[in-house]
């Protein structure tokens, strides 16, 4: 069955730390891979997407970076947190013979301090 | 651009009454819809859909139709309950790339007992 992880589940990081957040899916290949994050009392903003390894689109600009090294692993990354980065991150996912709707990990609670 | 507007929160209900959540949507071409919910401290769960006009998703006790004419997608439910408590994003996909969505703000509901 097709599984999605994400972790860590919180973390508090202190400005100007760096950042890595991994998100690892099981079941399937070659899957579109999504980074979101939800700001305090906001909505859900696409950040990244990946359609294949190595391939990464962004959808603002903004302090953080995202990789996919391998197939199935989609990494947030930055080299030096802001305040502004706090929130939760959702990663999400799609595999080729699935509807057009995304399936989401647990998220990670980031709070930069 | 593509977007999606839902009506802010909170709403907050009683256990049985009748939830309605309007959503309405711009979009270029012709999306698929989707509500998710999230529940505290959780990622997103997919609660239903619908791919083209007319259609009405279902789960859980909640309906959706597809309204082309009116461009709106609102979310009902008959007889709530205290676990329907949760936040509810609306979203849209034209499928141009698999699993890529754009939500609406979301919507909190507190249902009290």
């Known amino acids: ?113 | 651009g593509d977007s999606v507007t839902q009506m802010e929160g909170p709403v907050t209900l009683s256990e049985e009454a009748f939830l309605t959540i309007n959503c309405t949507y711009t979009a270029t071409g012709y999306p698929s819809l989707f509500w998710y919910v999230q529940y505290p401290g959780e990622g997103l769960q997919l609660l239903l859909k619908a791919t083209k006009a007319d259609d009405k998703g279902s789960n859980k006790g909640f309906e959706a139709t597809y309204r082309k004419e009116t461009t709106s997608f609102h979310l009902e439910k008959g007889s709530v309950q205290v676990s329907d408590s949760a936040v509810y994003f609306c979203a849209l996909t034209l499928r141009v790339v698999r699993g890529k969505l754009q939500f609406g703000a979301g919507t909190q509901v507190v249902v009290t007992p």
């Open chain 1, 1 to 113: 069955s097709q599984t999605i992880h994400q972790w860590p589940a919180t973390l508090v990081q202190p400005v100007g730390s760096p950042l890595s957040l991994e998100c690892t899916v099981e079941g399937t290949s070659n899957p579109n891979l999504y980074w979101y994050r939800q700001a305090a009392g906001r909505g859900l903003q696409l950040l990244f997407y990946s359609v294949g390894i190595g391939q990464i689109s962004s959808e603002v600009p903004q302090n953080l970076s995202a990789s996919r090294p391998q197939d199935r692993q989609f990494i947030l990354s930055s080299k030096k947190l802001l305040l502004s980065d706090s929130g939760f991150y959702l990663c999400a996912w799609n595999w080729e013979g699935r509807g057009p709707e995304a399936f989401f990990g647990q998220g990670t609670r980031l709070t930069v301090v």
